[in-house]
Nanobody
Framework: QVQLEESGGGLVQAGGSLRLSCEAS????????MGWYRQAPGKERDLVAT???????NYADSVKGRFTILRDYAPHILYLQMNNLKPEDTAVYYC????????????WGQGTQVTVSS
């Protein structure tokens, strides 16, 4: 089991910055990748950025050059540094973990609201 605790959302003006945090606890050693997804009202949940245990990162085209995914290991925290925010970045952001032991498990954080005003 992996537990996720998110924080860091809020209201910011366009062009501003926010940093989201996701602290993982429990079966940390089983984590294969961690990432961030977002869901705007009436839309699907979409990938924002992911980072594998080996350090490979992947970003959605819409956030490349503006967002950075970072990971600390003690405590085990995943960050999403968001710069030059745009109104279209407004969404609920979810932390995501894939872990592998006897099979693959997927875990989600509770979500944190990010609102960017124009």
């Amino acid at each position: 089991q992996v537990q996720l605790e998110e924080s860091g959302g809020g209201l910011v003006q366009a062009g501003g910055s926010l940093r989201l945090s996701c602290e993982a606890s429990g079966s940390i050693s089983s984590i294969v990748s961690m990432g961030w997804y977002r869901q705007a009202p009436g839309k699907e949940r979409d990938l924002v950025a992911t980072r594998t245990r080996g350090g490979s990162v992947n970003y959605a085209d819409s956030v490349k050059g503006r967002f950075t995914i970072l990971r600390d290991y003690a405590p085990h925290i995943l960050y999403l540094q968001m710069n030059n925010l745009k109104p279209e970045d407004t969404a609920v952001y979810y932390c995501n973990v894939y872990s592998s032991s006897d099979r693959t498990y997927v875990y989600w954080g509770q979500g944190t609201q990010v609102t960017v005003s124009s």
